[in-house]
């Protein structure tokens, strides 16, 4: 085991760097820009059970502060995925996360019964947030129907672990994560795009095409950070499922934040669409930090930070 290697849901990965849902087209094509190693595991696009064109443009907006997008889950279908992508995924390279989304819980049985089948996804995400879709918000608005829904995913998963991807909670307890671990989720994924809207004055409409969007990229970054520890904070030392973190990491003091805050893994997204080779210089970073703070690994600074008891669960 490298000092970078980390265990998420079970499964051990080579590096904590994953990359996020959204950031490496259906999966594999990342692995032509990047060297190898450089990620612990490659999320795909969130996959529905039928093709999506997703929204029409405008539905990506460059900000000073990272990104606003409304792209709308656009996707091959989960046939075309599971015939054209799956076969080309190498099980020598990074751990791949198979993430999943949909209109109703049967398409995410669907998608979870069909990825489960295969042994080139040893993990898969269900992305049950998405900020762009009535779907998304279906869930994240009612812990109740939150935990049902991941239940009903969790049923049909024989073999691979469950990441659940909830949203952004300010509310005390973070009753929605909460409701995802009750429902049988392995681990969790935080955070999703924060729901957002940019207007054209001269034009006086939004500036996306469907009204709002989700914004991501540095500036939601210290809001991640204080969901993570809080949601850490809920439990009893060595009782909190494992934590994918993301949300605006552009830098390796970005990723060991999220570490430090009980993130086992960290995801980038936004960051990836300027330069898919920043993940190197961050993976390098965090390599000198490990040596620094004088611990053989990285999995010592999981949730490490001080102070934890302030730290609002
Ligand atoms: C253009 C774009 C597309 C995305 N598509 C997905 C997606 O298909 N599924 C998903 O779970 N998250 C998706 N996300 C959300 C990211 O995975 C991530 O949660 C979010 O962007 C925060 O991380 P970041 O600040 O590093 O971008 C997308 C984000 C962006 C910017």
């Known amino acids: ?18 990359a996020a849902a959204g950031a ?27 093709c999506r064109d997703g929204h029409p443009p405008w539905r990506l907006i460059e900000l000073p502060t990272g990104m606003l997008n409304a792209v709308g889950l656009a996707n091959p279908g989960l046939d075309a995925f599971m015939t054209e992508v799956v076969p080309s995924l190498d099980p020598n390279g990074p751990v791949f996360i198979g ?38 918000r279906q869930f994240t608005d009612d812990p109740m129907a939150m935990r049902e829904a991941v239940s009903a995913i969790k049923s049909q998963l024989k073999q691979t672990p469950l990441l659940v991807k909830v949203p952004l909670e300010m509310t005390p307890g973070y009753p929605i994560a909460m409701a995802a671990i009750e429902g049988g989720a392995d681990a969790l994924t935080m955070i999703n795009t924060v729901p ?16 709002s969007g989700g914004l991501s990229g540095p500036a939601i970054h210290q809001l991640a950070v204080r969901m993570v520890a809080g949601v850490r904070a809920c439990f009893d030392e060595g009782q909190c499922p494992s934590i994918l973190g993301l949300g605006g990491v552009t830098r390796w003091s ?8 009980g993130a086992s893994a960290v995801g980038l997204a936004t960051a990836l669409f300027a330069d898919p080779r920043l993940a190197v210089r961050v993976g390098r970073g965090l390599e000198r930090w490990v040596r620094r703070q004088g611990v053989s690994g990285v999995s010592e600074l999981i949730g490490a930070v001080h102070d934890e008891p302030t730290i609002p669960g």
Not at 31 to 37: C, D, I, K, Q, S
Not at 107 to 131: I, R
Not at 254 to 261: G, P, Q
Request: proline share 7%; charged share 20%.
């Open 1 to 18: 085991m490298s000092e970078l290697s980390v265990t998420l849901a079970g499964v051990e990965l080579g590096s904590p760097l994953v």
């Open 24 to 50: 490496a087209g259906s999966g594999p094509e990342l692995l032509e820009v990047v060297p190898r190693g450089t990620f612990g595991a490659i999320t795909t696009k969130s996959i529905t059970p039928e």
């Open 99 to 136: 993430s999943m989304a949909g209109h109703s819980i049967d398409d995410y049985v669907t998608v979870a019964s069909a990825f489960d089948s295969v042994d080139s996804l040893p993990l898969v995400e269900a992305n049950m947030s998405c900020p762009n879709t009535g779907t998304g």
């Open 196 to 211: 957002a809207m940019s207007i054209d004055v001269d034009t006086r409409r939004p500036r996306l095409s469907n009204g």
């Open 254 to 261: 970005d990723a060991a934040e999220l570490i430090l805050a």
